[in-house]
Nanobody
Framework: QVPLVESGGGLVQPGGSLRLSCTAS????????MAWYRQAPGKEREYIAT???????MYKDSVKGRFTIYRDNAKKTLYLQMNSLKPEDTAVYYC????????WGQGTLVTVSS
């Protein structure tokens, strides 16, 4: 089984919204700090948001106030609500547990363009 599967990406106009999902095959989402990352074309993968086991969230400055990370432990799913999307948010988005050995999923592509 693939540990993490991201979904929910797509093409959206600037100012639009998307909700990404990251579904786990185990309980890692409820027992680890989890994070969303993204990798834009030609750039390295970067962290954008984390949520601790206790629910404390942190965001990269460029997404603060626009993105919200949250999880549903019963559904073993991590979410990223993205509002007020900008062209510079275009990237492949991934979830993972920071500093873990969990394999990366395939990611989900978000394209923000008019």
């Amino acid at each position: 089984q693939v540990p993490l599967v991201e979904s929910g990406g797509g093409l959206v106009q600037p100012g639009g919204s998307l909700r990404l999902s990251c579904t786990a095959s185990t309980s890692i989402i409820s027992i680890y700090t989890m994070a969303w990352y993204r990798q834009a074309p030609g750039k390295e993968r970067e962290y954008i948001a984390t949520i601790s086991k206790g629910g404390t969230t942190m965001y990269k400055d460029s997404v603060k106030g626009r993105f919200t990370i949250y999880r549903d432990n019963a559904k073993k799913t991590l979410y990223l609500q993205m509002n007020s999307l900008k062209p510079e948010d275009t990237a492949v988005y991934y979830c993972n547990a920071p500093n873990s050995q969990v394999p990366w999923g395939q990611g989900t592509l978000v394209t923000v363009s008019s």
